[in-house]
């Protein structure tokens, strides 16, 4: 194919065609996809915009947790846990396929450090000034409170705590200095992106032709009660009404109200990092657990085993999200020294880490506090724009992103004069639905699409999207062959996935759609197998392809510090 002049997109197209909509979302992350959803299910008219690729900000760069916050308890937020709490019991069961319990082990160093300090931070100095280490004293209790409120439900068990002598026994590489561990349940998220583009995926199947989504579609103007969104790959521009406007972009919040004319100042995000780490040895001392702790410094940080690496995390720096963010050499520098006052006899080096990734948290405006003390709640703020009525997120995190979009969407239906008529507490997402539970039925649901498949591809596949495998067992051949230098994906599942999730660029594909970049190994010659593979259903030749290839090194480089020409290996900057 030689014409490269770029044709709209149908997602597109379908606004441009009808620039008319009940409710407009500009932001693409889960609040704003959630959000999408649940409106969606509701039989309203609406259509969500997203400036890049869907979950490719704030929402790309979470710990992969889905947790009820047991260290907000220290920040007196007991309402935001409670509903946390709730929110990862019913993700636990609607979303299966991506969500599981987790073990996690605090491993503790004193008695009654932090007993007092903690109190007078939250009620004298809110946030501002030393942290102490916290204690055993001070974590029994913020656990046994933990407990009563993830007593509803019972999808966890109840902590536990460990003398030096048990816990080293569990854990035998841990430093020999600690006193005590205190062992309690969350959730881990394996896929975030994929569970958010399976929440995406469920309102557009809900709302049919009044559900419309389209990325890399950025809001950059309002005139005569109109929002002007710009095709990134066009350039052309047009404008869409509606009657309701609902800004949740996140640490943009207020560069999207700018653009729409309203100045705000709302937002004050604070940056997280992480490293991934491909490191057996670290891997088998974390005995399949979480290990969640506080540092020298006061900050609590993790280190977390996942899909066979170790993510270790993270940071809370103020940050400007005008500016690109990335994991800086110095937050490299404090991965490797927490890592060692874990586990001292384990040796942590910059050859082993395959993978960095950074965002900024979506917090809302905090001055002096402490990064670490900023609430994690959210509010709504609503305002009118030229008559239009404007409510714009503050703050909000993975883990309850359900019920704050069933919030949202209340208030937006009340804009509205609509009631709702679908509740979504007990909805299954995406893949989760009719996901089998227990070996028995894992089993029986392989054997029954085993038949012309390769079992242990179906057993793939499952895991990897829940019971949307049936999807991309229906649209790839029977005996697909993976691709040689991409163990585990074949040509047809990467096609599959581009032409179905609006992949536009190659980096949509390599660090949302799937997980090949985030397990690292990646060289120009692998980068260059997934783009052939996606090229014919996305009409790129090979200029394009090319085009895509230094648009994908230059990201790695540049975002997540991996070097491909250089075998994936960690860079400077």
């Given at each position: ?328 050499s110095e937050e490299v520098d404090y991965f490797i020294d927490l890592v060692g006052h874990v586990f001292p006899d384990i040796s942590v080096d910059r050859s ?222």
């Amino acid at each position: 194919m030689n014409d490269r002049t770029p044709t709209t997109r149908s997602a597109v197209r379908s606004l441009r065609d009808r620039p008319h909509a009940e409710v407009l979302i500009i932001g693409g992350g889960i609040n704003g996809i959630a959000t999408f959803r649940e409106l969606a299910l509701q039989g309203v008219d609406v259509a969500l915009v997203e400036r890049g690729d869907f979950v490719s900000g704030a929402s790309s760069a979470s710990s992969h947790m889905v947790h009820g916050g047991v260290r907000y308890l220290e920040n007196g937020e007991f309402r935001l846990v409670q509903e946390a709490v709730a929110e990862r019991n019913r993700l636990l069961r609607t979303a299966p396929h991506y969500v599981r319990p987790l073990e996690t082990t605090i491993p503790i160093f004193s008695t009654f450090s932090g007993i007092l300090s903690a109190p007078f931070r939250l009620l004298v100095t809110h946030g501002r000034g030393k942290a102490r280490e916290r204690g055993a004293a001070l974590i029994k209790i913020g656990l046994t409170l933990y407990d009563t409120f993830s007593r509803d439900g019972g999808q966890v068990p109840r902590h536990k705590f460990r003398g030096r002598r048990r816990s080293l026994s569990e854990l035998p590489r841990l430093n020999s200095d600690v006193k005590y561990t205190a062992t309690y349940y969350d959730a881990s998220m394996h896929d975030p992106e994929r569970l958010a583009l399976d929440v995406l995926h469920d309102g557009i199947v809900a709302g049919g032709d009044r559900a419309r989504a389209a990325n890399y579609l950025p809001a950059v103007g309002f005139e005569n009660g109109a929002v002007q969104l710009r095709d990134e790959t066009t350039g052309d521009v047009f404008d869409v009404t509606a009657k309701v406007i609902l800004n949740t972009s996140g640490p943009w919040t207020d560069l999207t109200n700018e653009a729409l004319g309203r100045g705000t100042r709302f937002m004050g995000g604070t940056k997280g990092s992480h490293i991934v780490l491909d490191h057996p040895e670290l891997l088998a001392a974390t005995g399949g657990r979480e290990i969640f702790f506080e540092h020298s410094d006061g900050r609590i940080v993790l280190i977390y085993p996942l899909k066979d690496r170790v993510l270790v995390g993270t940071t809370d720096i103020d940050a400007d999200p005008s500016a690109p963010t990335s994991c800086t050499s110095e937050e490299v520098d404090y991965f490797i020294d927490l890592v060692g006052h874990v586990f001292p006899d384990i040796s942590v080096d910059r050859s082993q880490i395959v993978y960095t990734f950074s965002g900024i948290r979506p917090l809302p405006r905090h001055d002096d506090t402490a990064p670490g003390f900023v609430s994690r709640d959210y509010r709504i703020e609503p305002s009118e724009h030229a008559g239009v009525p404007l409510l714009s997120l503050v703050g909000g995190k993975w883990t309850t992103f359900r019920a704050l979009a069933a919030h949202l969407a209340n208030d937006t239906l009340e804009l509205l004069g609509k009631t709702r008529s679908v509740g979504t507490e007990t909805l299954a997402i995406g893949g989760g639905k009719d996901f089998p539970k227990g070996r028995a039925a894992r089993t029986r649901w392989v054997a029954e699409r085993a038949d012309g498949n390769d079992r242990g591809r179906v057993e793939v596949l499952l895991d990897r999207y829940g019971t949307r495998a049936d999807e991309v067992l229906a649209a790839t051949p029977e005996h697909d062959e993976t691709i040689a230098l991409l163990p585990g994906y074949t040509a047809a599942e990467l096609a599959h996935l581009a032409a179905s999730e609006q992949v536009v660029h190659l980096d949509d594909l390599l660090l949302r759609r799937t997980s090949i970049a985030f397990l690292g190994g990646l060289t120009l010659e692998r980068v260059r197998a997934a783009a052939e593979a996606i090229a014919p259903v996305l009409n790129w030749d090979g200029a394009r392809v090319d085009d895509e290839i230094r648009r994908m090194a230059q990201l790695l480089r540049t975002a997540h510090r991996i070097d491909v020409e250089r075998g994936g290996a960690v860079v400077d900057i």
